[in-house]
């Protein structure tokens, strides 16, 4: 039995103790939902790009206590608790990472601002500060972007949550950054 089906159950979902007794399969069965059932939106909207949607398995520390699985569609992140953002997509910007040798970011604006309440009463930035721009990227495989080491040999998404008003541009400020996560696919 490989690392990955030890952790997690038949179908790639975490066991009932990570989801604090919601099922997986609900989860999963409300993200094919969303997919299904999302409206066309209007060809001058941004949208989220196509190589991040879909479910995403929380795979840091910090993703599995705060955020746990997540979904991206073409317009928003879900949270497995079922919380959800409205996203507007800025473009790529370099340096927004603690890690600074990730390669640029898609960012998104959060449309409907607010401090969602996630997993064990924690909020995406934790202490108040409300998160305003998620920094998205898409990390190989094979970690070749960082040379092996400082992110999770399995995460291939890298999620920073970014504080501000201003829209973050290239090597942003490290302080606006309140939180990372990252996670691997399904």
Known sequence: MNGR???YGQHGCRREQRTGGRSCARFAVLAVGLFLSLPLQAATQAVVPASL??????????????????VLTRSQIVF???????LAYVGKRAGISVESRLPPADVFRLRDVRDVVLFNDNTLCGGGAMPRYLA???LSPHRKELGGVGYPSGAELSMA????????????????????YSFSPL
């Not at 497995?80 to 409205?86: G, L, M, T, W, Y």
């Open 161 to 180: 949550v970014l504080t501000g008003r201003p829209v973050p541009r290239d090597n942003v400020d490290e302080p606006r950054i309140c939180a990372e």
């Open 80 to 86: 497995q608790n079922r919380k959800r953002f409205s």
């Open 53 to 70: 949607r879909g479910y995403w398995v929380a795979y840091s520390h910090t993703a599995l206590s705060i955020t746990g699985d997540i």
């Open 136 to 138: 998205i990227v898409r």
């Open 5 to 7: 089906a030890s952790r």
